[in-house]
């Protein structure tokens, strides 16, 4: 396709010039799938997300015949029938109901279930078929903690960044082995809109897309969520654990914003608007997400007393992303997240009587200058991060880009004292784990307002990969230069592709990094690399010895 030509690289555009079983088996086997003879099937496993105190939304997806593959529009409307129970066996049921999978949602499904108890593990499974029924494969889930109930921890894996030819999705599969997680956090690029071979390079292509070119009509992006789906790592997650998720840009296109995107040539590719309402229908008919106001999903989840999470969307309402170096990033008419959800989340996080207040934003929000760096590596580190190859201090793409905007929302932080907010990040492909500073400048002698977990890439090209050298040697290097320049970034990988676990107490919120063996294996193992903490009161990060247990 034919991109605009920028002034300066953007993250995905340097990657490509740079790049040229365990808990999750029992959940699976727990009913078969199999196709009845010309019957329904589900291929695409189950899913569960937004959990409440009473209640949960469940999904799947049925293929009612060989035809109706994801997008194809194919196969008759078909009867679905679902329950949930207390017990593996499903022996003590809590609910149950019937719904319609039609083609004109792709043959998903949701259901809405409420009348549940807070704080409790579910089993839950479909049907469907005339005579004989065909069963999905069953899934766990949970649902939170009562509203203002004493709550003494709570803990959510926490995932971003997943492009499907970059590798295998390992760390999905180390997640759903855990059982001891509340729920699992996806901060966007859940999938990635690219033709095959865009990105990464064609040489470096671990599997090939689903549609093979770039997806930009509602049948593209039907069929990119469902080849996803047949993930059998990604399915282990979902059956699992109930996901709460958020999306990026590359659930539209690169750098998206309100009126466009980078990797959006209007004319050759349809307009911007029949692009987004095509991806945003796929989105909400594959994720177990309920829409919130406007078809976006800006929202709120609550965990007893301790832990209050808002959940951001960055990219439905934000302005034009900045050039470098013309002011404009100061500009208080510009906006990341749009009047009304930058008001709904001062006046939440103002009125919060949790203990915690999480935010999940998919980009980051501390702010990144650079120090001297050699040119080798400074042009692919500013790729990942959205700068200048020249090192100039702003980050179009993420809040950087948006000055005001969060200048604004730093403010309210101190003004109100509003405590304890946490960060949680996804987007550049590296861990941190950072202080969120007053004022950048002077800190530390500027107080920090709060913090922020940065958590890595499922799959998706770093700086190790963009260069094609052996992780932590030339990355040490880089990582040296970023800390001495940002005194309160008190740690960056920019190797690993892992995950992480947030356990929160009301003593501390602690973030676990974990990283996989490596994404071109299918059978990658998974090993600790680091933990931070903030304690409570404090809005400051510091390094802890071990992961919780």
């Not at 095509?278 to 106001?293: G, H, I, L, N």
């Not at 405590?419 to 007053?438: C, K, S, Y």
């Amino acid at each position: 396709m034919t991109r605009r030509q920028l002034s300066a690289p953007t993250r995905r555009t340097v990657v490509k010039a740079a790049a040229a079983t365990a808990v999750a088996a029992p959940v699976l086997a727990a009913a078969t799938g199999a196709r009845a003879a010309g019957g329904p099937a589900f291929l695409h496993g189950v899913a569960s997300g937004d959990p409440l105190p009473d209640g949960v939304l469940l999904w799947t997806r049925v293929t009612p015949s060989p035809d109706a593959v994801p997008g194809s529009g194919a196969g008759a409307d078909t009867a679905v029938s679902w329950e949930i129970a207390e017990d593996k066996a499903f022996t003590r049921i809590a609910g149950h109901g019937t719904t319609v999978a039609r083609a004109a949602s792709d043959h998903t499904v949701k259901a809405d279930v409420r009348g549940l108890r807070p704080a409790t593990t579910y089993w839950f499974r479909f049907s469907a078929g005339d005579g004989q029924q065909v069963l999905s494969p069953a899934g766990r889930t949970r649902t939170a903690p009562a509203a203002g109930a004493a709550t003494s921890g709570i803990r959510f894996g926490v995932v971003s960044c997943a492009n499907w030819e970059a590798g295998w999705f390992s760390p999905y599969r180390h997640l759903a082995a855990r059982a001891d997680l509340d729920a699992v956090l996806h901060l966007g690029d859940y999938i990635y809109e690219y033709a095959s071979g865009d990105y990464p390079a064609q040489d470096t292509v671990v599997r090939p897309h689903a549609p093979l070119h770039e997806i930009v009509t509602l049948a593209d992006y039907r069929t990119r969520h469902g080849n996803y789906r047949t993930d059998t790592d990604l399915q282990a997650l979902h059956a699992a654990h109930p996901v709460i998720a958020i999306w990026d840009d590359h659930e539209f296109a690169n750098d998206a914003w309100s009126g466009g995107a980078e990797n959006h040539t209007p004319g050759t590719e349809g307009s911007w608007a029949a692009r987004v309402a095509a991806a945003k229908q796929a989105y909400f008919e594959w994720m177990p997400v309920r829409a919130s106001t406007e078809g976006t999903v800006y929202r709120r989840l609550r965990f007893g007393n301790l832990a209050d999470l808002y959940l951001l969307d960055l990219r439905s309402f934000r302005s034009r992303q900045a050039d470098i170096g013309d002011g404009a990033v100061d500009d208080p008419e510009r906006s990341i997240t749009g009047r009304a959800q930058l008001d709904w989340l001062k006046a939440g996080l103002a009125g919060s009587d949790a203990v915690w207040k999480l935010v999940g934003t998919s980009v980051m929000i501390s702010p990144v200058a650079f120090g001297s760096l050699p040119a080798h590596l400074l042009g692919p580190l500013a790729g990942l991060l959205g700068l200048p190859s020249e090192g100039l201090a702003v980050n179009v793409d993420q809040w950087d880009g948006y000055t005001d905007d969060r200048g604004e929302l730093i403010a309210h932080l101190r003004d109100r004292g509003v405590t304890d907010t946490v960060f949680l990040t996804g987007d550049i492909h590296m861990a941190w784990a950072n202080d969120v500073p007053v004022r950048a400048a002077t800190y530390p002698l500027s107080p920090s307002a709060a913090t922020e977990f940065v958590v890595t890439s499922v799959t998706s090209d770093n700086l190790d990969d963009i260069l094609r050298v052996a992780p932590r040697t030339v990355s040490v290097v880089a990582a040296a230069a970023v800390g001495a320049a940002n005194r309160h970034v008190k740690w960056v990988d920019m190797d690993s592709h892992g995950y992480g676990v947030l356990d929160v107490t009301a003593e501390r919120s602690q973030m676990d990094y974990y990283a996989v063996s490596d994404k071109t294996r299918k059978d990658a193992t998974s090993s600790w690399v680091r933990s931070y903490r903030t304690r409570s009161g404090t809005q400051k990060v510091e390094r802890a010895d071990a992961p919780v247990r």
